[in-house]
């Protein structure tokens, strides 16, 4: 920060004790002592925005730090501003300095991201409203929260609360500044380890040379051997990928294809093979050392093109549906996953619990690297620990041994007030925690989303007082005439209150805006106590629960997979839409489920009921086409039922029959192909478990092309495609 934008005669702090040589003197000794140890530290500056933002651009020019970077919404003279939506920008590069101004917003997920970026010796500067009313403030980032006809004054602050008692708790990491108040006592830090100079400064840790062998392994081994690379933050993991990367380019002509959410996410990848390639030719998610290549693709376009690929990067693999993970695991034989422990947006922990077990039946000879050693600051670093403990990003759910024996019969099932959630940080982490498992994409907004977001509430299953399922539920619906005609003539659309306005603009029923809705938002239940029943059970009581309060239509909308519609068709809560796009997030389409509570609930849900189960045919064989055969067959098979279509004849058997003898062409035996396996209750979805079955569906009902479906299933072209076709009906005809 350059000095000369000080203005010397500006008026810091009103207490007359506070002068610059004083200011100068405790930061002297915070950096010092900061950057002996290579430790991270955080300055609160509590106070008015103006107070803040002048108290911010006067320590930061004390500072005399180089790289330091303001996230506000509020331009600063002489000073790199980005702002808070532009925040996660930084990930991948480094400052000496960020001074996030919570006046402009205390997004938590800018905030998680962002301190990852500051190096040892650093600081991160936290200007927000006086502590002890904070919470009272009017904060503009509650608005990703503030669902109509909710606004940011009306949102809670318990969230920003417990981020002020954990700042409170915290002396060893944070310095607190306020507007008014005596300069506080500079604390201790803890002494770093002494740190191992490399003898080659393209590794910074051994952690990270060992990972680059490795991954250099996965390529010159065995193939179907995935190695997994498991950090925190600031371990240097997407760097060890680009320089693998490099290497592999520099020794042989090979195509490696690099995935992640974004590519935003791996630019640290790219700039590390530039380092190493500086002759090569770059291009924005390419980086081409002569026939040799890096490349960039997003997971649903990876999963669903025939891409050639010598060696696949995942990175930040928390963040990606376990399915794309598990098609890319079918698809490529040399793979590498990258994931963060504790991810801003997205948990190792989740990760490894939803995909170890596919990882030992597809590829049992895979392989894990933890790398432990920080690149950017030294072990032990107080801001990490008081960034985890302020987003919950260590949350973790209850151990294995203590809640192994629970069953549906010893289990308590209650409804949990907010209030008491915020007030017991036991209860709070173990809720979240088994929240972050259960979903692949749990970021540090949800965490305020559960304390704040208004319409919620929460339900748990408790063993011993130690959580092992938990619910988020969400109330919506009970729009006004006005609105609701605005929302139905596509004027509006309030924030949140998915499963009406999904009714009213997709399915056409004005009637649905009126009704109060309950939509479960997440359901979790502890790892180890999966398919027990404590999910269902704990759906019923709360099914229960809502019908008590006046709920009309009760339900959910998730990406659709075998494994959740079985779970919901239990308890006859049955689809009545599917979104006709892939999720960009879960590379999933997603299905909106639900059952009816109330007379006027039926009306509404009977009429959606029926327009899924007669327009769904015809979805599968355009919009559709690409759709998960299981998933299809499943939502075929458990709602074609009262479709008044006709059903097989005696011709049709013998046109079938022959058919499958090859005595009749696939064009003449199309339509009583097509009625079979249209006609509800005759098989079963596991029925389209065979290569041959799944043929037979994606060409009869999807419509797909001769040639999409021999590449598909990699048959030498519609010759085979045929036989396939004529065994899957014979093999029908058969049961």
Not at 37 to 58: E, K, S
Not at 186 to 191: G, W
Not at 435 to 442: C, D, E, F, I, M
Request: proline share 4%.
């Amino acid at each position: 920060m350059p000095t000369e934008c000080y203005d010397s005669g500006m008026t810091l702090i009103e207490t007359p004790s506070f002068y610059d040589s004083e200011l100068l003197a405790l930061m002297d000794k915070l950096l010092s002592r900061a950057q002996q140890v290579r430790h991270r530290h955080m300055i609160v500056l509590a106070g008015n925005a103006a107070w803040c933002r002048d108290a911010g651009m006067r320590l930061m020019a004390l500072s005399g730090l180089p790289r330091v970077t303001w996230v506000s919404s509020e331009q600063q003279e002489c000073a790199d501003v980005v702002s808070i939506s532009a925040a996660k920008k930084l990930l991948g590069e480094e400052r000496d300095a960020i001074v996030f101004d919570a006046h402009s917003g205390f997004d938590p997920d800018a905030f998680g991201a962002v301190s990852g970026v500051i190096c040892g010796g650093g600081l991160l500067v936290l200007l927000c409203p006086p502590l002890a009313q904070w919470e009272n403030m009017n904060d503009p980032a509650a608005e990703r929260i503030a669902i109509w006809p909710y606004n940011t004054e009306d949102i809670s602050g318990r969230f920003l609360r417990r981020i002020v008692r954990v700042i409170n708790a915290s002396p060893e990491a944070v310095t607190v500044i306020e507007q008014g108040a005596a300069l506080p006592v500079v604390h201790a830090f803890a002494k770093a380890q002494d740190s191992v100079d490399m003898p080659d400064d393209i590794f910074r840790t051994d952690d990270q040379r060992a990972a680059v062998t490795a991954i250099e392994h996965v390529l010159h081994g065995h193939r179907r051997r995935p190695l997994v690379l498991v950090a925190d933050r600031g371990r240097g993991k997407t760097v060890a990928l680009g320089i693998a990367a490099a290497q592999l380019l520099q020794t042989q002509t090979i195509h490696i294809v690099v995935t992640a959410p974004r590519l935003s996410a791996v630019q640290p990848l790219f700039q590390q093979a530039q380092k190493i390639l500086p002759e090569a030719s770059v291009r924005e998610g390419c980086v081409q050392w002569g026939d040799a290549s890096i490349q960039f693709i997003a997971p649903d376009v990876l999963c669903l093109s025939a891409v050639p690929a010598d060696l696949v990067l995942v990175d930040e693999a928390a963040a990606i549906p376990v399915t794309l993970l598990q098609q890319l695991l079918t698809r490529y034989s040399r793979l590498v996953f990258s994931t963060t422990t504790h991810g801003y947006e997205g948990t190792g922990r989740g990760f490894a619990v939803r995909f170890r077990q596919t990882l030992d039946e597809q590829t049992p000879g895979w392989h894990q690297i933890t790398l432990q050693t920080p690149v950017r600051w030294a072990e032990n670093d107080p801001l990490e620990k008081l960034v985890f403990k302020m987003l919950l990003l260590d949350a973790t759910s209850a151990n294995d041994e203590q809640v192994g024996t629970a069953t549906v019969d010893n289990v308590v099932m209650e409804k949990i007030s907010r209030d008491a959630l915020v007030n017991n940080e036991f209860l709070l982490a173990q809720v979240f925690g088994l929240l972050v498992v259960a979903h692949y994409r749990t970021r540090p907004n949800d965490l305020r989303n559960l304390l704040d977001g208004p319409g919620l509430s929460v339900y748990i299953s408790r063993y011993q007082g130690q959580v092992v399922a938990t619910a988020l539920v969400a109330t919506e619906g009970d729009f006004d005439a006005q609105i609701a005609e605005a929302i139905f003539a596509g004027q509006r659309r309030p924030r949140g209150h998915l499963m009406p306005q999904s009714l009213m603009v997709h399915a056409g029923l004005k009637d649905a805006a009126g009704l109060h809705c309950t939509r479960v938002m997440r359901i979790a239940v502890h790892p180890v106590l999966q398919q027990k029943g404590l999910g269902r059970q704990l759906l019923k009581h709360i099914k229960n629960d809502v019908k008590k309060q006046g709920t009309d239509l009760f339900g959910a909308s998730f990406g659709a997979t075998e494994s959740l519609l079985h779970f919901w068709a239990h308890e006859n809560i049955l689809p009545v839409r599917i979104g006709f796009r892939r999720g960009h997030a879960s590379g999933e389409y997603s299905v909106m489920v639900l059952a009816a509570l109330s007379a006027a609930g039926e009306k509404v849900y009977a009429a959606a009921r029926a327009r899924f189960k007669r327009d769904l045919p015809q979805w599968l064989a355009d919009p559709l086409q690409m759709l998960d055969v299981a998933v299809s067959a499943i939502l075929l098979q458990r709602n074609t039922d009262g479709i008044e279509i006709a059903l097989p004849d005696q011709h049709d058997v013998d046109m079938l029959f022959a058919f499958s003898r090859g005595e009749r062409t696939y064009e003449d035996a199309l339509a009583p192909i097509w009625r079979l396996l249209i006609t509800p209750g005759k098989k079963s979805t596991n029925a389209f478990a065979d290569v041959e079955h799944q043929v037979l569906f994606i060409k009869v009902l999807q419509k797909q092309s001769w040639a999409s479906v021999a590449h598909r299933f990699g048959l030498a072209g519609k010759a085979e495609v045929l036989s396939h076709l004529r065994n899957g009906v014979r093999q029908l005809l058969d049961r």
